[in-house]
């Protein structure tokens, strides 16, 4: 059974950084690709940036510039750094892992960003 497990979340102020860590129980290099996603209150879930093998990784229009995805093969973790954060960041993020045939999820993890 694959589990990802997000952590990194909290409360920041706008312009600040924050880094979001997604541990995999197996090797990150089995899947096609792994990507976090967000979703805000009472809004639909946005892809927020997705990286697969040695492509270069894409990115929500919204967050080019200032997120940036990437993985540590070795230690099966994918991380998302996010600066210049803005209030409309505010959401639970999520780790997804896409194999051959089934999508895995990780539980959330809460940004919030606020004065």
């Known amino acids: 059974q694959v589990r990802l497990v997000e952590s990194g979340g909290g409360l920041v102020q706008p312009g600040g950084s924050l880094r979001l860590s997604c541990s995999v129980s197996?090797?990150?290099?089995?899947?096609?690709?792994m990507g976090w996603y967000r979703r805000a209150p009472g809004k639909e879930r946005e892809l927020v940036a997705t990286?697969?093998?040695?492509?270069?990784?894409d990115y929500a229009d919204s967050v080019k510039g200032r997120f940036i995805i990437s993985k540590d093969n070795a230690n099966y973790i994918v991380y998302l750094q996010m600066n210049k954060l803005r209030p409309e960041d505010t959401a639970s993020y999520y780790c997804?892992?896409?194999?051959?045939?089934?999508?895995?999820w990780g539980q959330g993890t809460q940004v919030t960003v606020s004065s």
């Open positions: 997804t892992a896409r194999g051959l045939s089934t999508t895995y």
């Open positions: 990286i697969r093998g040695s492509r270069s990784p």
């Open positions: 197996q090797s990150i290099s089995a899947f096609t690709y």
